[in-house]
């Protein structure tokens, strides 16, 4: 009788342990499934100044002018959000783009209509 009354002891315990850790477990998935759904942080918009070095099949070099918060001046190929743009700008331009932190492409490319 006695072994029985153990073994039932013993059951017990771990039928309450199970569910403790169940329970856990479903509060951290909870937690981690409300973390995951929340939107990323908008990227900021900056605005980019620069002069058009060279126009190629997939980006323009630029001449850029420094951007606060995001690049120091320098000339680099950039890629381009709108490929159709590189049919419409050409070495010498005056470009104004938008550009976002952590993001390395131009964006809404303009000519400035100020001339070269």
Same mark, same amino acid.
């Given at each position: ?23 856990? $477990?479903?509060?951290? $998935? ?7 759904? %929340? ?13 058009? !070095?060279?126009?190629?099949? +997939? ?8 951007? !606060? ?16 743009? $590189?049919?419409?700008?050409?070495? =010498? +331009? ?6 976002? !932190? =952590? ?6 490319? %303009? ?6």
């Amino acid at each position: 009788m006695r072994l029985c009354a153990a073994k039932r002891d013993y059951t017990a315990y771990m039928s309450m342990k199970l569910r403790s850790t169940i329970a856990a $477990l479903a509060a951290a $998935l909870w937690m981690a499934a409300i973390c995951l759904g %929340q939107p990323a942080p908008a990227k900021k918009p900056l605005t980019f100044h620069g002069k058009v !070095e060279a126009v190629s099949a +997939d980006g323009l070099t630029v001449n850029g002018e420094k951007v !606060e918060g995001w690049m120091d001046a320098m000339t680099m190929k950039y890629k381009v959000d709108d490929p159709k743009v $590189l049919k419409t700008v050409k070495a =010498g +331009d005056k470009i104004t783009a938008t550009v976002y !932190e =952590g993001d390395l492409s131009l964006h809404k490319v %303009q000519v400035d209509k100020t001339g070269k």
